[in-house]
């Protein structure tokens, strides 16, 4: 028998008879965003979680508002309101971007139609659109007629499943144990290869971090040192991660040095291009990725450079056959006879099997604005960011670490010279100190909501962090907030520390 609430519940279900309703929900949660977008005077709220905790806890899952504006009037309390908003210039921590207008009629699409990238007769067209922008991207690369790829998750995945691949290569040709392999990537590359490495079942060991230079780029000469030591020790290099935009520093490492030392040593070369493969777009600044083309595989963001709204990512490779490594055949999904046909399938390739049709999102903005477009907008940062490094290094309230080719700064307060003679009792005072009034800073600001910032540490001490990703971010902004930052550590200087004893971990009470 039909329950009562059969015909409610299935007034819920998108359909041609629905469809009316749909048009006026969407019409009704844009509106929502568009008015916060309109009035956010700044970046977050600045709410913290002990506040916050509680609205969300109240909400009763077992009693439904049975109304869509019912629904969206909670979620100003309990999301919008305190949302941290990466639209707004002074957002400057992470590798967040705005996201283009193009770009969120592809997620309003493809979520309505709701494809699934994994076969066929599961997304038809959506199938053939992702493999047109992996063909384009492997392109941009410069990778020839051989090569292939998937849309990922993010960075993360594509980075596991590059090392996948990577395992199941140097497992074929060399069959070392899972104990004598090795990854190879500096000191400043992402943690996400140390994880893969684990889920990859290598040894506590596998991942090695070779020194960086100065300007903190994998030294070749470091990387040449290992490559020697883990053939002497009888140790096989599965994978070289040279990293194009290092979280922190924005880095590039030496991309044709580090390909010849993995050619003469028979190492597949993975670059992480997770930030940087925005300059796959750039007019100005392509030339930053020469020697890309020379990888085995390449991660790359959209959702960092391209200006694309979370989650769009790819893994591409040089030699599309290698990701068979991956592939599996189940009866009920993609039989090997579908393939004997020629039915285009993307599960074969992926590591996962229903998929977001994440690519219609870049799809649309290639077709709206073009990827010169989105290089212009990506150059923007990066200019804004070497004008912001200037300004920074010219500040005596602060000390920066390098020039970030891309779009980074590092940085920290310094407290002046003349500090009363009671911040001089422990070990190394003003180090301790500055530690302190940086992690103040930070703190102190996130909880004014005025503007968000990253932190760091380099060589053990803490510093302060932008990662310019918004256009909109002028250098002003940039000045207003190491003003803001310098205020609140000086704060922390003249008022806290000598309260609190700058040992202790500072905290800040909004
Ligand atoms: C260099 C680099 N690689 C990989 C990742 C991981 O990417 P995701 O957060 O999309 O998983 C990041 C994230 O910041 C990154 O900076």
Not at 224 to 241: H, K
Request: hydrophobic share 45%.
């Amino acid at each position: 028998m039909t329950s009562p609430h059969a015909g409610a519940a299935r007034s819920y279900l998108l359909n041609e008879r629905t469809a009316e309703g749909y048009r006026r929900a969407m019409t009704s949660a844009t509106e929502r965003v568009v008015d916060r977008i309109r009035r956010a005077d700044r970046p977050f709220s600045g709410v913290d979680p002990e506040r916050l905790a509680p609205e969300i806890a109240a909400v009763d899952l077992e009693r439904p508002l049975h109304d869509h504006a019912a629904a969206l009037d909670e979620l100003e309390r309990v999301y919008l309101r305190d949302a941290v908003y990466f639209h707004h210039p002074r957002y400057l921590a992470h590798l967040n971007c705005p996201v283009v207008i193009p770009a969120l009629l592809g997620e309003a699409v493809l979520s309505a139609v709701n494809s699934s990238l994994d076969t066929w007769d599961q997304s038809a067209g959506g199938t053939l659109i992702e493999r047109r922008l992996i063909e384009w991207t492997a392109g941009r690369i410069g990778f020839g007629p051989a090569a292939d790829g998937v849309f990922t998750s993010g960075g993360t995945q594509s980075n596991l499943h590059a090392l996948l691949l990577a395992r199941e290569e140097a497992q074929a040709i060399a069959g070392a144990a899972p104990s004598r392999l090795r990854v190879i990537t500096s000191a400043a590359g992402h943690f996400s290869v140390r994880k893969a490495a684990n889920l990859l079942g290598l040894g506590p060991d596998a991942v090695v971090a070779v020194e960086t230079d100065d300007e903190r780029r994998m030294r070749p000469d470091a990387l040449a040192r290992e490559l020697g030591r883990c053939r002497r020790a009888g140790l096989v290099v599965m994978a070289v991660v040279a990293t194009a935009g290092t979280t922190d520093f924005g880095s590039i490492d030496p991309l044709p040095e580090i390909a010849d030392l993995c050619a003469q040593a028979g190492a597949w070369l993975h670059v992480d291009a997770a930030y940087g493969c925005g300059l796959l777009v750039s007019r100005r600044r392509r030339h930053l990725l020469d020697g890309v083309e020379r990888a085995d595989s390449v991660t790359v963001d959209f959702h960092k450079s391209f200006f694309q709204p979370v989650s769009s990512s790819a893994l591409l490779v040089r030699d599309g056959a290698v990701l068979r490594h991956a592939a599996h055949h189940a009866d009920y999904l993609n039989p090997r006879r579908m393939a004997e046909r020629g039915i285009p399938n993307q599960v074969d390739k992926s590591l996962q099997t229903t998929r977001r049709f994440d690519a219609l999102k870049l799809w649309l903005t290639l077709r709206v604005m073009g990827p010169d477009a989105v290089g212009e907008l990506f150059d923007e940062v990066v200019d804004r960011a070497a004008a912001s490094y200037a300004l920074a290094a010219a500040d005596p309230r602060f000390e920066v670490v390098t020039r970030s080719p891309l779009s980074t700064l590092v940085f920290r307060y310094l407290p002046p010279d003349h500090l009363p003679p009671d911040h001089l009792r422990h070990g190394d005072p003003g180090r301790a100190l500055a530690d302190d009034a940086n992690l103040y800073a930070r703190e102190a600001l996130a909880a004014s909501g005025e503007a968000v910032v990253a932190g760091t540490t380099v060589d053990g001490r803490h510093y302060l962090k932008f990662t310019l990703l918004n256009p909109e971010t002028t250098l002003d902004d940039v000045a207003h907030v190491l003003d803001l930052l310098a205020g609140h550590a000086q704060r922390y200087v003249d008022d806290l520390a000598p309260l609190a004893g700058h040992a202790e971990a500072p905290h800040v009470h909004a």
